[in-house]
């Protein structure tokens, strides 16, 4: 497919030519006071040699082999939401047919789709408001894959990982499910320049008209230059009454951890007269407690503008085309690459790699029937494999992911990639992998 979902986009307002990123900050302006240190190097890594070119893609999920005759899931939903209110919803089990075909894991990669704003952050000064914009943008861009997704993704099974290479955009990321109470997820990526680590524990609460997914966790950003950001993720609302959408809200904090710049995105919150949809995002940005003459505007859905100090705005980021072939999980074309085994994957990946879940497979095949019996098999087993390892005094241990000590969650870093995972790829040696997965019935 080449790149159809290659790099951001810059546009001019009102134009649909492809802006200059001279075009968003001019180097040496006025903003870039603390910025003298010059741009992070692009020297090639060895990992990025060694990758294999971008696959052909496919545009689609495959055509259920059974018919979908789930049009009653939101009176469903309801019948069983009703008895927890107020309750933590993850301890819930939940039919099959309120899944879409993917992991949790696999939607946490999905915070890297736009990674391609990352590659041109690293092309600018180390603590600059210009590369402060493309982090932000960045971080705005990893909600835009959850408009009109209703349907939750499978919870990974503890062990369970996912790998992903994307040459088109010179990255790859891999994530675990690293505790299974609460659910916590680790993730860590990398690309030409920089590395991203994050650890989450989501919480979800039903609140009588809506599901309300809390996030605690830290997403971390480096550049190879030693330039570093954190963040934390805001409040996402699934409000189920009337017509179905999804909604964040809530103040995004970007801090450069060098210097005293700092970034305060707004996503707003829908009014409760109107019970509309809001996705727009507003952000202003500040160095040393004040703010500066340029803000960010638009929407997690669409896209972004920034605004200059001279009063001119230019686009920053939009999003890609949805795929022309539509499905009930209305998915992106990125999420559709996912969990797709690509003839170079085949005899490479980890056993406990999400695309192998035999439940989620089925469900994308649109085989019901085994999707829901192989889902009930993995609980089971699940449920015998922790049992065993608390009779034998054994627990089960993260393989490529280790625990900070003293980490707090949603405060501090919890959990760090400890190496050795694409090593273990390369080698074909997945010796340290239990069978989570088993036989499939």
């Known amino acids: 497919m080449g790149r159809d979902i290659g790099g951001a986009m810059e546009t001019e307002e009102g134009q649909g030519a492809a802006a200059n990123d001279q075009h968003v900050v001019h180097e040496g302006s006025p903003l870039n006071s603390e910025s003298s240190e010059g741009s992070s190097g692009q020297s090639e890594k060895e990992w990025l040699r060694e990758m294999d070119p971008p696959p052909t893609r496919r545009e689609a999920l495959p055509t259920p082999k059974q018919k979908d005759d789930h049009s009653s899931i939101w009176s469903i939903m309801w019948s069983i939401l009703k008895e927890s209110l107020g309750k933590d919803l993850t301890h819930i089990t939940l039919p099959f047919f309120f899944n879409e075909p993917l992991s949790v894991l696999q939607k946490t990669m999905e915070d890297l789709e736009y990674a391609d704003l990352l590659n041109k952050a690293a092309t600018k000064p180390p603590k600059s408001i210009e590369r402060m914009l493309y982090v932000a943008a960045f971080a705005v861009s990893s909600y835009s894959g959850t408009n009109n997704r209703y349907l939750k993704p499978f919870n990974p099974l503890l062990g369970e990982t996912f790998e992903f290479e994307y040459p088109e955009q010179n990255w790859r990321g891999l994530a675990e499910k690293v505790v299974h109470h609460p659910t ?34 830290l997403i971390r950003l480096k550049f190879d230059d030693g330039d570093e950001y954190n963040w934390a993720k805001v409040t996402s609302s699934l409000h189920i009454m009337g017509k179905p959408h999804i909604e964040h809200s809530g103040i995004m904090q970007i801090s450069n951890l060098q210097s005293s710049l700092l970034a305060k995105i707004k996503f707003e919150a829908s009014s409760r007269l109107s019970w509309g949809e809001s996705h727009q995002v507003s952000g202003e940005f500040l160095r040393d407690k004040e703010k500066l003459p340029c803000t960010l505007t638009g929407t997690w859905d669409k ?15 939009q999003t890609y ?25 085949k005899g490479k990946l980890a056993p406990t790699d999400s695309r192998l879940r035999p439940d989620q497979h089925a469900l994308e095949q649109g085989v019901y029937d085994q999707a829901n019996a192989e889902k009930k098999r993995l609980e089971v087993k699940q449920r015998a494999v922790r049992k065993a390892a608390e009779l034998n005094k054994d627990p089960l241990e993260p393989i490529w992911f280790e625990q900070i000590p003293k980490g707090v969650a949603g405060e501090t870093a919890m959990y760090k990639y400890k190496g050795g995972y694409w090593e273990a790829r390369k080698n074909g040696n997945w010796e340290r992998c239990r069978d989570i997965f088993g036989q499939a019935s």
């Open 184 to 217: 916590i997820i680790a993730m860590h990526g990398e690309g030409e320049s920089w590395s991203f680590e994050a650890d989450a524990d989501v919480r979800a609460k039903f609140w009588g008209r809506s599901v309300e997914l809390m996030p605690v966790g």
């Open 321 to 345: 085309p949805m795929p022309k072939a539509e499905s009930r999980y209305n998915m992106t074309k990125f999420a559709i690459y996912l969990n797709e085994v690509t003839p170079g994957l």
């Open 303 to 317: 896209e972004l503008s920034i605004t200059m100090p001279n009063g001119a705005k230019r686009k920053i980021w």
